[in-house]
Structure formats: structure tokens, C-alpha cells
């Protein structure tokens, strides 16, 4: 069968990676390259088919992706060759990968959505290790904190593999266009020309600087989180390095001074050694891969800010190994995700995520979910209300009432998720949205009188045991949310809920149900305020 997918520059160190890499996984790609007999020898070794052509003639570009469908592109600079082959992508239909880092491609790129769009081909840049796990773990703390208005992300290396050489000779190149981080939104120079944070990536805190990386442009779009920066950690040599050549960036706008440094890149090791210095697991002995936390919090414990506002905070360890850039998103060899924590917040190595228990609930001005006659029609969220809503309860997996929340609720077993039916005339899309929501979770009804339920994932329990429910969370990457002010009070007494929600309406109604019991001690902290078009805030606490 004849291979559409096609892999140019695969006679260098990462495309070398990411050819070998596809074989094992039972591809057959094309290989191509400029360098005919690299190409020749390394298709002969690995039985596959190839192409040389250079891409500084169009058509030859053209003729050489005309029968493909993919493209994964290696070579570098990509500042310098990403035009080029994306001109013969939209050309001949081709979807194109590549694995840049570089933001001046990135920008480039999405300027042509609407061209690719017209032609039914997939632009995709920054599918190695820059962006793929960062750009995951980005997306994962924005679903956990969904109001985030600041994201710093950081990463740790560890292994033999370095920098290769095509990665070094492409950090040249585009010193020349400064640091750059994310403002409301906009890309801009940095404050601080050079900046350092201690970033706990699991074995104790360690010294991080900001660099420029792919993320400050695309973690935008992902999550949508205005200000973004990122972090490495470095060896003192580097560090140093970098100073130096953060002085010497005017004169990096010079091409030969540019040329004269790229001269000293040496090559690399090939990939064949690392294989055998790592072992055929691709990772260094004794590794399991690696675990990322990732922490939220107020933005004056993310960046020293005492302004308001909400943050996230990420750490990413990767384990650099045999197949870098190219090799960890093919193999997939790394984790986005979150370590566990004890009851103090510490990180507890190897332990999965657990899941939160959430209280979240609507109550009048003065602490009422509902007035004396258990009416609560006063509460009706506005749209805007309810779209925010469903993002805080996305990441739900259960829900926890007592008999009279649940009989409330369970009309959301019946609503639509479209058209109309004798509940209501035409739900709007939050509803539509909350319905697939609760739909999709499970739900436990505690009620010592309850026979049956009527609802899909549901269970009865005749009693509320907290060290179950912590139990349950322990299990859990998804949170956990507890519902009606009765059931809640139990949790509150047990000091298992995690974060607590209200939503307060501008109105008082004198008396009724409170949200909360009475006689309980809890310090908190203030996490998020928000207000909206309607006069509802919302305030959102987490237990310390």
C-alpha cells in the first residue's frame, strides 16, 4: 500500500526521531529531505520510500507533496521554510504538522486560517513537545479554574538529551525578536528585561527564568486566559548564556553575526545513541515517565501581585529521552495532568488527582437559598449567570443531594437538549448545555425514605458518611459537587468540602433557609469576585 504520509527533513536529528519513531508504531511514511544521499540511506535502512527536493523551488515542493496527505515537517529554521511548504500544503491539499516553536510562525500561520479554511486543509504548528503537553496542562487548569486571568507555565528537563542542533541554530535566529510575553490579551515585551520564580515541579522548589516560548501565542487560544508567560529551568551555564546574548540582541539583527554563531552549534549525538545510553524504553533507568502538578490559586501567590484577580499556575517535569520534540508527541511519553496532595496541600509523589468536593449555591443578600414558603423563583439566573455556571460544574463527575434538592433537579433529566417539549418552550443553550452536563454525571440521592429514582447514573444511600465521600473523591480526577443547604451542612461539619461557591441575588427576603449551619469554625480564603450584568456576584472561597 502506498504511504500519504510524508515526513520532510528526515535526515535530521529530530526527523531522524520522528521517522524511526513512526516505524515502530507500525507507519510507513515517505521520507524526505534536501540532503539525497542521508534521505537514501536512512529510507534503505528502514525500508521505506523517498523524495529529495529542495524547497527553495515551488513547484518541485508541489510535485513532491502532490500524492500526500499529511505532512509532518522537521527542518528548520521554520521562520525561514514553513512559508514554502505551507504554500504547496494549500496548493496540493495537503494537511500540514510541523514542530515549531518559533511565535513569527505561529503568527503567520493563523493569518491564513480563512485561506485554509477555503481549502479544506488542517494548519497545525507546534505538535512536538513545544506545544502539545504545555498546551494541555494550560487547558487543564483552565477547566479547573475557569475565571484564571493570568497562566504561568514551567517546565523542567531531565536526561542526557539536550537541546538538537536544529533547535539551538532556530533559538538564534529569532533572539533577534526579544522576549515576549501575553497582555490582555496582546503580545508585548516583558516589565523586567530578565525574570526568575521558584516553581515546585515535585522534588522541592527550584529556580526557574522566563523565556519566550510557543505557548505565550497559542495557550491564548486554547484557554483564553489574557496573560501568559513561561519558565524553564536552566543550568547556571545557560542562564549565563542567555544574559549574554539578551546584550548582544541589537546586533543580532545583523545575518552575519547570526551565521557566525550558528557556526558553533556542534552536532548532536544521534538518536541511535541515546537509544542505547536510555534503553529501549526511551526513558533514563529507573523513570516512570513523569507526573506534572499543577496548582491554582489568587494571583498575589502567582506573581507577587496583591491586586485581584485569578491565577494558574503549572509545572511540567519532562523527561527528555531518546525521541525529543517529534519522538514525545508521536509516543505520547508525557503527562499532563495533576499529583495528588495531603490534607495541607503538599504534593504527595506518585499520588493520582483527587477530586474537590464543590458547594455551590444561590442565596439572597442576606444568606437565604429560599424564603419561608420554600420559594427561591427569585433566584432565576440570568443567561450570562448560567453560562458560568455550567463552566464551574463542567468538570463535575458527581453529584451529591439530599431528597428535596434531588426532586428539584432531576427536570433536568427530562429537559431537551434541543427543540421543545411539555417542560418548556424552547430552552435556551445554557440549558441545553446544563442538561448534557448533568446528564453525563452521576448523581447519589441520601435519603432514608426514597424507594426509587427516576434519573440515568443514579444511586440511593440511606445515610451520608463524609470518610465515604473522601473516599470516593480519593478515587477521583473529577470533582465533586454537593447540593441544598441540609446535606451541605453535614459536609461543612465533617470539613470535607474544599471550595464554596455564592452566587448572591441583590435582594433580601427577611428569613427562610440559610446556606449555611451554625456553630462551624472553617478559615477560608477569598479565590474570585466576580460581578455581573445583573447585579448577581459571585464569590468563590477555598478552605486552607
Known amino acids: 500500500m502506498t504511504s500519504t504520509f510524508l515526513i520532510y527533513g528526515a535526515n535530521g536529528f529530530v526527523g531522524e526521531a520522528a521517522a524511526r519513531t513512526a516505524v515502530e508504531s507500525g507507519l510507513r511514511p515517505v521520507l524526505a529531505g534536501r540532503d539525497g544521499a542521508k534521505i537514501e540511506k536512512l529510507a534503505a535502512e528502514l525500508g521505506l520510500e523517498c523524495r529529495v527536493f529542495d524547497l527553495g523551488d515551488p513547484h518541485k515542493v508541489e510535485n513532491g507533496l502532490k500524492d500526500m496527505t499529511v505532512l509532518l515537517h522537521c527542518a528548520g529554521p521554520y521562520l525561514y521554510t514553513s512559508k514554502p511548504m505551507v504554500d504547496a500544503c494549500l496548493q496540493t491539499g495537503t494537511h500540514y504538522l ?22 479544506g486543509v488542517m494548519l497545525l504548528p507546534g505538535t512536538g513537545f513545544d506545544v502539545v503537553p504545555t498546551d494541555c496542562l494550560a487547558l487543564h487548569l483552565k477547566q479547573r479554574l475557569p475565571t484564571a486571568t493570568h497562566l504561568a507555565l514551567a517546565f523542567q528537563s531531565e536526561g542526557p538529551a539536550g537541546l538538537p542542533p536544529g533547535t539551538q541554530r532556530t533559538a538564534i535566529e529569532t533572539m533577534r525578536f526579544g522576549d515576549q510575553v501575553r ?28 523565556m519566550t516560548w510557543g505557548d505565550v501565542f497559542t495557550a491564548y487560544y486554547s484557554t483564553g486566559i489574557p496573560n501568559i508567560e513561561v519558565y524553564i529551568v536552566l543550568v547556571d551555564s545557560a542562564r549565563k548564556q542567555m544574559a549574554l546574548l539578551a546584550q548582544m540582541r541589537p546586533f543580532l539583527k545583523w545575518a552575519p ?10 552536532p548532536g549525538p544521534s538518536v541511535e545513541h541515546f537509544r542505547r545510553r536510555l534503553g529501549r524504553g526511551g526513558r533514563p533507568p529507573g523513570t516512570q515517565g513523569c507526573c506534572p502538578p499543577a496548582r491554582s490559586g489568587s494571583r498575589g501567590d502567582l506573581d507577587g501581585a496583591g491586586s485581584p484577580g485569578v491565577g494558574a ?12 520534540d517529534a519522538g514525545q508527541g508521536l509516543r505520547g511519553r508525557f503527562c499532563a495532568g495533576m499529583q495528588g496532595s495531603d490534607e495541607r496541600g503538599y504534593r504527595i509523589k506518585g499520588k493520582p488527582c483527587m477530586g474537590k468536593l464543590i458547594y455551590l449555591i444561590t442565596t439572597s443578600l442576606d444568606g ?24 464551574m460544574v463542567r468538570n463535575t463527575g458527581t453529584f451529591l443531594f439530599g431528597r428535596g ?14 427543540g421543545t417539549n411539555e417542560y418548556m418552550d424552547g430552552p435556551s443553550e445554557e440549558m441545553n448545555d446544563f442538561a448534557r452536563i448533568w446528564r453525563a454525571a452521576k448523581k447519589i440521592v441520601y435519603s432514608s425514605a426514597l424507594s426509587e429514582v427516576t434519573t440515568a447514573n443514579t444511586t440511593i444511600e440511606r445515610v451520608f458518611h ?6 470516593l473523591m480519593a478515587e477521583s480526577d473529577k470533582d465533586f459537587g454537593i447540593g441544598g443547604p441540609y446535606l451541605a451542612a453535614g459536609a461543612i461539619k465533617a470539613g470535607i468540602v474544599d471550595e464554596y461557591h455564592q452566587i448572591i441575588v441583590p435582594q433580601m427576603i ?25 447585579g448577581f456576584v459571585h464569590l468563590q472561597y477555598r478552605k486552607i
Open 257 to 266: 553575526l547570526r551565521n557566525l554563531l550558528k557556526r558553533g552549534v556542534q
Open 183 to 210: 497582555r490582555d490579551g496582546a503580545l508585548a515585551a516583558p516589565e523586567q528585561p530578565v525574570q526568575t520564580r521558584l516553581v515546585d515541579f515535585g522534588k522541592g522548589p527550584v529556580q526557574t527564568t522566563r
Open 98 to 119: 510541523d514542530l515549531t516553536g518559533e511565535i513569527p510562525v505561529y503568527e503567520a500561520i493563523a493569518a491564513r486560517d480563512a485561506e485554509a479554511k477555503g481549502r
Open 466 to 471: 463524609p470518610e465515604t465521600v473522601r473516599k
Open 313 to 324: 499556575e503549572s509545572a511540567l517535569g519532562k523527561r527528555s529521552g531518546g525521541v525529543p
Open 368 to 391: 437565604f437559598v429560599a424564603d419561608d414558603k420554600g420559594n427561591f423563583d427569585w433566584a432565576a439566573p440570568s443567561e450570562e449567570v448560567h453560562a458560568f455556571v455550567n463552566d
Open 510 to 534: 427577611g428569613s427562610g433557609n440559610t446556606w449555611l449551619p451554625r456553630n462551624v469554625q472553617c478559615k477560608l480564603e477569598l479565590v474570585d469576585v466576580r460581578k455581573f450584568e445583573n
Open 405 to 418: 434538592m434531588y426532586e428539584t433537579m432531576k427536570v433536568w433529566d427530562v429537559i431537551p437538549t434541543e
